[in-house]
């Protein structure tokens, strides 16, 4: 009998050693690893190529699957694994828009660089404008100069030079438009910065060595009427959709991205000078309906309170962090600190508890900096 139950017992190890052995464990030890846990790790592969002698569909595809984001850090979920990030719209999502910061402005497109550059070309194409700089790995286009005369024009942008030059008639000389084509603040969307420059105002420089961030255009008004007819051409929809490859490296260039920290914290970057960092920061949070209860610029923080709303479902539907998380229990508000801070172009949004600058939870923080990127404008 004593032989029969050490012969069970060194059975039950036996099998208990082997399934270690073939299971692996948490480290990856093992013959077979175990695979729970490996969409973790998961990543979005290139589009499917097809030869040069198929014929491509003529219909676009009626189901399209959206981009999948990179999921950051997923390691720092032990216990459960992040939710994906919410696909939110918020009512001006689709428009295109021209957005103003004091003395700047600036068109707001909602397509990818890839897409909004060619018809960014055509556009001046059409009204018979020719191009003397094109570098889309910067995102530089430079218009010809132009002599604008005392008669009618039939394209727009020299009929909008004329009427700008005649409520300034100490301008004269030639004209010309120089052109910045950059990645938004949300994914998908494109910015257009424009500058005029006449030639009997300033002396002119080299194409390929003009930086138009913080330069002022001679004519302000030619400016913001470009980028109107811009925004109405492309509204439109005038030109066909295609697809810039050489446009890629526009996209390439981020604006915002969400991150980690040395400790394993979300932050959430922005890559814009410091009065356009903080005056994105005010904006999202007021197109969020987050009330801002006190904020100090010297320091860079904001007291906030984010509503049960935000959490919640309401009759209008389920709140942000609601459809975020998928779990509407608490409907009680939130306060916490947001903090901007950075230099030189890179500037760094963290969630902090109300009453110190602790990080408050990692979940909570990542769902309000995902609120902030996705509100902001």
Same mark, same amino acid.
């Not at 014929?55 to 850090?73: G, H």
């Not at 930086?211 to 051409?233: C, T």
């Not at 962090?321 to 600190?337: P, Y």
């Given at each position: 009998?004593?032989?029969?139950?050490?012969?069970?017992?060194?059975?039950?190890?036996?099998?208990?050693?082997?399934?270690?052995?073939?299971?692996?464990?948490?480290?990856?030890?093992?013959?077979?690893?175990?695979?729970?846990?490996?969409?973790?790790?998961?990543?979005?592969?290139?589009?499917?190529?097809?030869?040069?002698?198929?014929?491509?569909?003529?219909?676009?595809?009626?189901?399209?699957?959206?981009?999948?984001?990179?999921?950051?850090?997923?390691?720092?979920?032990?216990?459960?694994?992040?939710?994906?990030?919410?696909?939110?719209?918020?009512?001006?999502?689709?428009?295109? +828009?021209?957005?103003?910061?004091?003395?700047?402005?600036?068109?707001?497109?909602?397509?990818?660089?890839?897409?909004?550059?060619?018809?960014?070309?055509?556009?001046?194409?059409?009204?018979?404008?020719?191009?003397?700089?094109?570098?889309?790995?910067?995102? +530089?286009?430079?218009?010809?100069?132009?002599?604008?005369?005392?008669?009618?024009?039939?394209?727009?942008?020299?009929?909008?030079?004329?009427?700008?030059?005649?409520?300034?008639?100490?301008?004269?000389?030639?004209?010309?438009?120089?052109?910045?084509?950059?990645?938004?603040?949300?994914?998908?969307?494109?910015?257009?910065?424009? +500058?005029?420059?006449?030639?009997?105002?300033?002396?002119?420089?080299?194409?390929?060595?003009?930086?138009?961030?913080?330069?002022?255009?001679?004519?302000?008004?030619?400016?913001?009427?470009?980028?109107?007819?811009?925004?109405?051409?492309?509204?439109?929809?005038?030109?066909?959709?295609?697809?810039?490859?050489?446009?890629?490296?526009?996209?390439?260039?981020?604006?915002?991205?969400?991150?980690?920290?040395?400790?394993?914290?979300?932050?959430?970057?922005?890559?814009?000078?410091?009065?356009?960092?903080?005056?994105?920061?005010?904006?999202?949070?007021?197109?969020?309906?987050?009330?801002?209860?006190?904020?100090? +610029?010297?320091?860079?923080?904001?007291?906030?309170?984010?509503?049960?709303?935000?959490?919640?479902?309401?009759?209008?539907?389920?709140?942000?962090?609601?459809?975020?998380?998928?779990?509407?229990?608490?409907?009680?508000?939130?306060?916490?600190?947001?903090?901007?801070?950075?230099?030189?172009?890179?500037?760094?949004?963290?969630?902090?508890?109300?009453?110190?600058?602790?990080?408050?939870?990692?979940?909570?923080?990542?769902?309000?900096?995902?609120?902030?990127?996705?509100?902001?404008?």
């Amino acid at each position: 009998m004593a032989t029969w139950k050490c012969s069970i017992l060194m059975l039950i190890s036996i099998i208990m050693a082997g399934c270690s052995w073939f299971g692996g464990d948490d480290d990856g030890e093992g013959f077979l690893l175990n695979p729970k846990d490996d969409y973790l790790e998961a990543v979005q592969h290139n589009e499917l190529v097809l030869p040069d002698d198929l014929k491509p569909l003529e219909d676009a595809d009626p189901f399209p699957i959206p981009e999948t984001p990179k999921q950051l850090n997923p390691r720092f979920y032990p216990d459960r694994p992040p939710l994906p990030d919410a696909i939110y719209a918020n009512d001006n999502r689709d428009e295109v +828009r021209i957005q103003r910061l004091g003395e700047r402005r600036w068109l707001v497109i909602p397509e990818p660089p890839t897409t909004a550059w060619p018809k960014l070309k055509q556009f001046m194409a059409e009204n018979g404008v020719a191009l003397t700089f094109d570098a889309p790995q910067s995102g +530089r286009l430079n218009t010809q100069w132009m002599q604008i005369q005392d008669s009618s024009y039939r394209d727009v942008i020299r009929t909008l030079l004329k009427d700008a030059k005649g409520s300034d008639p100490l301008i004269t000389g030639q004209d010309r438009f120089l052109i910045k084509v950059e990645q938004g603040l949300r994914a998908a969307t494109t910015e257009v910065h424009v +500058r005029h420059e006449n030639d009997s105002v300033s002396l002119p420089v080299r194409d390929e060595i003009i930086v138009i961030d913080g330069l002022s255009s001679h004519l302000a008004s030619a400016e913001d009427d470009l980028l109107n007819e811009i925004g109405a051409y492309i509204a439109a929809k005038v030109s066909e959709q295609t697809v810039s490859k050489v446009a890629l490296q526009i996209g390439s260039a981020k604006k915002t991205e969400l991150a980690r920290d040395a400790n394993g914290f979300p932050v959430l970057h922005l890559y814009l000078d410091y009065e356009r960092a903080w005056a994105t920061l005010g904006q999202a949070l007021d197109n969020a309906e987050v009330e801002i209860l006190n904020l100090d +610029r010297q320091t860079g923080l904001f007291a906030v309170n984010i509503p049960g709303s935000v959490f919640t479902a309401d009759d209008d539907g389920p709140g942000f962090l609601c459809r975020l998380t998928f779990s509407c229990a608490d409907d009680e508000a939130v306060d916490v600190q947001i903090l901007i801070e950075g230099d030189n172009q890179d500037y760094r949004i963290s969630v902090l508890e109300p009453d110190s600058r602790a990080p408050v939870d990692t979940e909570l923080a990542q769902q309000i900096l995902v609120l902030i990127r996705e509100f902001a404008a």
